[in-house]
């Protein structure tokens, strides 16, 4: 069983920073891509950014100038560090995760719970 497990949401002030962290536990064989995904409420779920298991990175284009992923292979954790936040970046932020399982070849996509942001004007 795989678990995806997000730390690091909360509340600040318009203009201040938050890192979220996401670590993937189980029986994991390896992770190719993680990312950063988040839903405001009445909207869709939109992808915030991208990170392969070589370090590549994709960003949506709101957050390329703000917002940083990183990964700690050994340590199965991505991380996103926001600055500059806005009130309109309040959401919940899920993490996902492409990867395989032990007993099995195929590659499969797991999310996270989900960690509440929310940016105060």
């Known amino acids: 069983q795989v678990q995806l497990v997000e730390s690091g949401g909360g509340l600040v002030q318009a203009g201040g920073s938050l890192r979220l962290s996401c670590a993937a536990s189980?029986?994991?064989?390896?992770?190719?891509?993680m990312g950063w995904y988040r839903q405001a409420p009445g909207k869709q779920r939109e992808l915030v950014a991208q990170?392969?298991?070589?370090?590549?990175?994709n960003y949506a284009d709101a957050m390329k100038d703000r917002f940083t992923i990183s990964r700690d292979n050994a340590k199965n954790t991505v991380y996103l560090q926001m600055n500059s936040l806005k009130p309109e970046d309040t959401a919940v932020y899920y993490c996902?995760?492409?990867?395989?399982?032990?007993?099995?070849?195929?590659?499969?996509?797991?999310w996270g719970q989900g960690t509440q942001v929310t940016v105060s004007s």
């Open positions: 189980g029986s994991i064989i390896i992770i190719n891509g």
């Open positions: 996902a995760a492409t990867l395989q399982q032990g007993g099995s070849t195929a590659w499969k996509a797991y």
């Open positions: 990170i392969t298991s070589d370090g590549r990175t």
